[in-house]
C-alpha cells in the first residue's frame, strides 16, 4: 500500500517536494522561511487534507502527523513563534528514530556562503537524509533557491552538492509559481555534479 497524502492541498500523493523562497543574507534563522512553513501547515491541517497509511486507512492529517526540521535551534525558535501550540519542531538531532507522515525541512541560509560551519554542515549527507527518512509519505524541503547553486571550489564540495541536486531533480514543486525557478537551479547545480569516486 502506497502511503500518500490527498484532498485540498497542493501537496498530494507520496515523494519529495521543494518550495522556494527566495531571501538574502539569513544563516541561521529566516523570517521567510518560517513564515512559509507556518502558512503550509495551516493547509495541511484545515481538515480537508487526508493521510493513506500502510493499511489502507485515511485518516484526516492534524499537527500529529507533522514533523518540522531545521538545522539550526534559531529557526526552531522562529517557526515556534508563528506555531505557538505546535511542539514537534527541532533540529535532526530531536527526530532520530521517529518518524511521521509529513516532514518539513527548512534549510535556513539563503546561500552557500551564508552557511555559518560552511557547507560540511548543511550540505552533510547524513544530515540530509535523516531528514528525508523522518517522512513516512512526503518530505517538503524549504530554502532558498541559492542553496542548488553552490560556488563549489573542491571535489569535496561537489560532491556534498550532490544529495541537494538529487533532491532537486527528483521532487515536485511545492507551488505553481516557482517552476522556472527550480528548472534554473537544476541546470546550474548539474554543472556542479561530479561522478562518485
Not at 518560517?34 to 495551516?42: L, T
Not at 481538515?47 to 538545522?71: M, Y
Not at 511545492?174 to 522556472?180: A, D, I, K, R
Request: charged residues 20%; glycine residues 6%.
Amino acid at each position: 500500500i502506497l502511503q500518500k497524502v490527498s484532498g485540498n492541498t497542493k501537496f498530494t500523493e507520496a515523494g519529495l517536494y521543494y518550495l522556494p523562497v527566495v531571501h538574502h543574507g539569513n544563516t541561521t534563522s529566516s523570517t521567510e522561511e518560517a513564515e512559509a512553513i507556518a502558512d503550509m501547515f495551516r493547509e495541511l491541517t484545515k481538515g480537508d487534507v487526508f493521510w493513506t497509511d500502510k493499511h489502507n486507512r485515511s485518516h484526516v492529517v492534524t499537527p500529529e502527523h507533522i514533523r518540522i526540521i531545521t538545522p539550526y535551534n534559531s529557526q526552531r525558535r522562529e517557526i515556534g513563534k508563528l506555531l505557538p501550540d505546535f511542539r514537534e519542531i527541532g533540529t535532526v538531532d530531536k527526530f532520530q528514530g521517529q518518524e511521521a507522515p509529513i516532514t518539513i525541512y527548512s534549510t535556513v541560509a539563503s546561500t552557500a556562503q551564508d552557511i555559518p560551519r560552511g557547507m560540511d554542515f548543511l550540505y552533510n549527507a547524513n544530515r540530509l537524509n535523516v531528514a528525508v527518512s523522518r517522512a513516512m509519505g512526503i518530505v517538503i524541503m524549504v530554502g532558498s533557491p541559492e542553496l542548488f547553486a553552490p560556488e563549489c571550489k573542491t571535489p569535496e564540495q561537489m560532491k556534498l552538492a550532490n544529495g541537494f541536486a538529487y533532491f532537486l531533480e527528483n521532487s515536485k514543486p511545492g507551488n505553481s509559481l516557482p517552476q522556472t525557478e527550480q528548472t534554473s537551479a537544476k541546470k546550474t547545480i548539474k554543472k556542479t555534479k561530479i561522478p562518485n569516486t
